[in-house]
C-alpha cells in the first residue's frame, strides 16, 4: 500500500482482520459435515472491505513511466465513503488481496467506488463478479446487466454463502474487458468442510475428497495475467483502443514479471531493495507499493505443496516446472474425480485458458548440493523455475534475458516455519 500518511495502512488492515503480514483476506470457520455441495447453514459470518480506484505499477523498461491501471485494494472497514476517499484514492494496488473462505461460511464483501484521479471525467461504476461462482440471486453477481453497479462515491454489500470448494477468481464485471485489462483482478478460494480433519496424514485440503488425495502441506495462489499498452496508455491520455488489436507486451504473475516475482509479499517492515516501489505522478512522484502479492514459492523438501492458479488474461499459457512433476487434481473449481473414476493427470505443461482455474499438486524433491542453488535471508536453497513455456512470454518489450511470466520454487536445506496463510513469504 502507500506509503503516504493514511492513518490506517495495509498493515492495519491486515492485524485487523487476522491476516497476519500478507495480502490476503483470510476468512475461516468450522463448518459440520464433509459433504460437497451441502447446503447447510452457515458456520460463521465473516465481512470485508474493498475499494476500487486507480493509480499506478512497475514493468520492465516502464521504471520511470509507470502503467495507468485501474484495481481493487483493502480498506478500513469501519471508515465512512468521504474517509476512504481521503486516504486511499489513487492508490490502486494489483493483483487484488486474495480471498480464503470457508465452505459453507456467509461472506460479506463491502465495494466502495472512490472514483479515479488521472481521469475524473471518467464516471465508472465498478463491481466485484466471482467468476464461476454459483450465486442463487443475480443481485450478487456483479454482471451490470442483471445486477447492480456501484457509482462513484457509493457501496454495495456483496452476500455470498459458497457451497462449493476450489479455486476461483474475481474481477470487475463493468466494462469488463476494459476493467479486467486495467488490473481489477484477484484470486479466490474455498476451503472444504474437510479441512481440520486428519484424513490420509493430512489436515488441509483442496478438497473433500475423502481419502486425502488432495492433501497439502504448503499452498500459493497465482494469478496469470498480461499487460497491453494501448489500454493502460489510451486510458491514461483519454485515447480509443482497439481490443481485437490486442498485442500484450509484459507476462505476469500476481502483476509482477520476473525477477520481480520472487520478492516477498509487501509489508511496511522490509527495506526498500525487497519492495517495488512505483512513481505516482499524481502525487508529486511520491510512491506506492502497488504491486503486493509475491509469486515466490518457497517450500521444505518433502513438502506436498498446491498450486492455486488462475488465468485473468485474455491469452492462453502454457506453463512449466522443469524438474519436477505437477499433478492436476482440480479444474475450474471441480475435483478431478468422476465417482469411483479418478480424471485426474499428471503433466509436465500445464495448459490454461482465458477465466480458468486449475489446482495443481507437486512433491518438493530432497534438497541437493549438486543442483543450482542460491541463497537469502533463509538460507541455502535449490532452485526450480515455473515459467511459461514460450520464450517471447519470458520477456518484455522484447528485451532479452528473462523478465516475463517466470517465478521460482525454492527448496530450502534449512527447514522453513509451518505456513500459516497462503502465498505466506519468509525473508
Known sequence: ?????????????????????????????????????TGAAAAATTTLALAATDGYVTAPGRED???????????????????????????AQTSAPTIDVKQNDDVKITLTNLGLVQRPDLTDSHTVHWHGFDVPSPLNDGVPEVSVAV????QLTYFYRPHREGTYMYHCHFEDVEHVQMGMTGIVFVRP???????????????????????????F???LN???????????????SIATDYEPQWFVLNGRCYPQTT???????????????TPNPNYDDAPDYSLPNSALIQVNP??????????????????????????????????????STDTSYWTNTLYIGPGEARDVLFDAPAYSAARPSGSDGRGSYNVYFFKNRDWRRLSSLGAPGPSGMMTEVRVYLTPLPAQTVVSQTYV
Open 1 to 37: 500500500m502507500s506509503s503516504h500518511p493514511t492513518g490506517f495502512g495495509r498493515r492495519d488492515f491486515l492485524k485487523a482482520t487476522g491476516l497476519g503480514a500478507l495480502g490476503t483476506l483470510a476468512l475461516g470457520g468450522v463448518g459440520a459435515g464433509l459433504v460437497r455441495g
Open 65 to 91: 513511466d509507470p502503467l495507468y491501471i485501474f484495481g481493487f485494494i483493502p480498506v478500513n472497514p469501519s471508515a465512512t465513503v468521504d474517509q476512504l476517499i481521503t486516504q486511499y484514492k489513487g492508490h
Open 151 to 154: 457509482p462513484i462515491g457509493k
Open 193 to 219: 468442510l474437510q479441512d481440520g480433519t486428519t484424513v490420509g496424514g493430512f489436515s488441509r485440503f483442496a478438497y473433500n475428497d475423502g481419502d486425502g488425495s488432495t492433501g497439502y502441506h504448503r499452498h
Open 221 to 223: 495462489a497465482i494469478l
Open 226 to 240: 498480461e499487460y497491453w499498452s494501448n489500454f493502460h496508455d489510451g486510458d491514461r491520455d483519454i485515447q480509443e
Open 263 to 277: 520478492l516477498p509479499n509487501d509489508d511496511l517492515s522490509l527495506p526498500p531493495t525487497l519492495r517495488i516501489a
Open 302 to 339: 518433502g513438502d506436498r505443496v498446491l498450486l492455486r492458479l488462475a488465468n485473468l488474461g485474455y491469452q492462453q499459457h502454457a506453463m512449466q516446472l522443469p524438474g519436477i512433476p505437477m499433478h492436476v487434481i482440480g479444474q475450474d473449481a471441480s475435483l478431478l474425480r468422476n465417482g
